[in-house]
């Protein structure tokens, strides 16, 4: 699993014209954590409708599950792959996404530990302890994401989610929970189509648009 926990380089991608526009510039490309080796702490998928981007997030969401290192917990501890978004309908289509892939294929699908219920699906971690990846609704997402350690968290739609001046649960809360307690390995997501020049996405987006770091990739 050391390939999917240090990352891949783009090889002959970074020299594509898309890939170069898509993440702000030759200098940018050459900067990209994943060149080196690296996997940044924090992903920003921002694009247009129907462009892979659960696609994408749901692959890195397994891989982090099955990739994370355990070691450092205790007895009974059960890590968690968190996806949060506005509303729980609007998760369910990532973990829908999810569940499908997971059952579709003869080598994920020996790794499913029971049957996945309406919103959980736990997975067999090469070391043997059990992990999960759940759905959790924006309005109910501090509490348990503060409860246990994170493998990972998909922040669906999350260019509409409100920031921390904007209201009691909200995104920037989220993620200073997630960071405190990301196991190494893990990756937070924000996925999501370009939606208002306001919010946390928003600000990151302008800020840190063509200037990777081994942190975070917009």
């Given at each position: 699993?050391?390939?999917?926990r240090?990352?891949?380089?783009?090889g002959?991608?970074?020299?594509?014209?898309?890939?170069?526009?898509?993440?702000?510039?030759?200098?940018?490309?050459?900067?990209?954590?994943?060149?080196?080796g690296?996997?940044?702490?924090?992903?920003?998928?921002?694009?247009?409708?129907?462009?892979?981007?659960?696609?994408?997030?749901?692959?890195?969401?397994?891989?982090?599950?099955?990739?994370?290192?355990?070691?450092?917990?205790g007895?009974?501890?059960?890590?968690?792959?968190?996806?949060?978004?506005?509303?729980?309908d609007?998760?369910?289509?990532?973990?829908?996404?999810?569940?499908?892939?997971?059952?579709?294929?003869?080598?994920?699908?020996?790794?499913?530990?029971?049957?996945?219920?309406?919103?959980?699906?736990?997975?067999?971690?090469?070391?043997?302890?059990?992990?999960?990846?759940?759905?959790?609704?924006?309005?109910k997402?501090?509490?348990?994401?503060?409860?246990?350690?994170?493998?990972?968290?998909?922040?669906?739609?999350?260019?509409?989610?409100?920031?921390?001046?904007?209201?009691?649960?909200?995104?920037?809360?989220?993620?200073?929970?997630?960071?405190?307690?990301?196991?190494?390995?893990?990756?937070?997501?924000?996925?999501?189509?370009?939606?208002?020049?306001?919010?946390?996405v928003?600000?990151?987006?302008?800020?840190?648009?063509?200037?990777?770091?081994?942190?975070?990739?917009?």
């Open positions: 699993h050391g390939v999917f240090d990352g891949l380089p783009l002959e991608l970074a020299v594509d014209f898309d890939v170069i526009a898509a993440f702000g510039g030759a200098e940018a490309v050459a900067a990209l954590p994943g060149e080196r690296l996997k940044p702490h924090e992903f920003y998928n921002v694009a247009s409708a129907r462009t892979a981007k659960t696609t994408l997030a749901v692959a890195a969401a397994i891989v982090d599950a099955l990739s994370v290192d355990l070691a450092g917990l007895p009974g501890e059960i890590p968690r792959v968190s996806i949060v978004s506005l509303k729980l609007v998760a369910d289509v990532p973990f829908r996404r999810l569940v499908g892939t997971l059952e579709a294929s003869t080598v994920l699908r020996g790794l499913m530990i029971g049957e996945p219920t309406a919103n959980i699906v736990t997975l067999r971690h090469p070391s043997g302890r059990p992990i999960e990846i759940a759905v959790v609704a924006g309005a997402s501090g509490g348990s994401l503060a409860a246990r350690w994170s493998a990972g968290l998909i922040a669906d739609e999350a260019p509409r989610m409100n920031g921390r001046e904007d209201g009691v649960v909200n995104l920037s809360d989220a993620l200073s929970t997630i960071r405190e307690r990301l196991l190494p390995g893990a990756q937070i997501q924000c996925i999501g189509s370009p939606w208002a020049p306001a919010g946390p928003y600000e990151i987006v302008c800020e840190r648009f063509g200037k990777p770091d081994p942190n975070v990739v917009v």
